[in-house]
Every structure is written in C-alpha cells, then in structure tokens.
C-alpha cells in the first residue's frame, strides 16, 4: 500500500457512462479473438493524485447489457451456461489498495462475477490530467487492463473443437476507459 501522505481530501468522481466502456476479449475456437462489451454500468472513484494510496473505486456492470454484435451468443452468454443474468444480474468491483507504478497505478480489488469474488490486479497505464469540458465540468480519464480466467468464476461451458481445442478460451482480457466527472 502507498504510505505517502497527503493533507489533502480525496475528491468524488462519477463514471460517465456515456463517455467510458467497458470491454473485453476472449479466444474463439483457438483462432481469433472475439470482442464484447457491457453497455450500462456505474461508477465512482475517490482519488487523491497526491496520495494514491487513498483511492477507492467501486463500480457496478448490468451483465444484462452484455453486446458481442451476435444477437444469439449474447443471449448464450445471459443464460446459466455463462453470467446466468437472471440469477446474477450484475458484476461488482471493489478496490482494496492502489499503489502507483512507473506513470501509472495499480488497483488491487476484488471482482464478483456470478457471486464468485476473486482478487484481481487492474493496471491503469494511462491517465490524462484534470481540465474542463465545454460544459464546466470538471474531468480526468483513465485506462486499464487486467486479465481473468473465467473458470475460477465458475464460467467453465466449453464444448471440444474435432482438431484439438476448445471453442471458448478460458482467459479473459478485459479493457477499461473512464471518463470521470468531478462531484461537488
């Protein structure tokens, strides 16, 4: 955990939504990657650039709003074969530390998908600095990436490809930008 410390408050973000995603890969019958992401989630963010050993991040994904542009793979993906979206209709995050690494952060915290929650590491390797949007408010963006395995989830559904393989890859990239807008 950071130690440095800071006199300062850290200051309330809200996740815009409209100007953020939340994606993800995956491997597909061992040749390409596929694409998805989620369409509604939530979030906030209090941060201290000054002392990022202070920040606490919570964020919130309508597993529901899943879009891999196949109407019928994301209706498989809803169902209990995957997220199960009726049972467990969102998936959480909840930091526990950040800690800055070279230009960057990294946020340990725990993500619950399918009411499994498991540590993961988020690597934040780009940040833009605090300005203000032609509207007033005030603003800062962030990307980030971590890697998963779905399994330890309990998203094990897979079915054996005839040369060798599966058809869904059990690591999961995930990619995330923020655009954050400060609270008063």
Known sequence: MNTTTSTSTPVLWTLDATHSSVGFSVRHMMITN???????????????????????????????????????RDAHLRSPDFFNAEQFPTITFASRSVDRAGDGLVVVGDLSIRGVSREVRLTVDEMSAEHTDPWGNRRIGAAAKTKIKRSVFGITWNTALELGGVLVGDEI????????????
């Open 34 to 72: 596929v694409r998805g992401e989620f369409q509604k989630f939530s979030g906030e963010v209090a941060y201290d650039p000054e002392n990022p050993g202070a920040t606490r991040i919570s964020a919130t994904i309508d597993v529901a709003s899943i879009h891999t542009r196949e109407a019928a």
């Open 173 to 184: 990239t995930i990619h995330i930008e923020a655009s954050l807008v400060r609270q008063a």
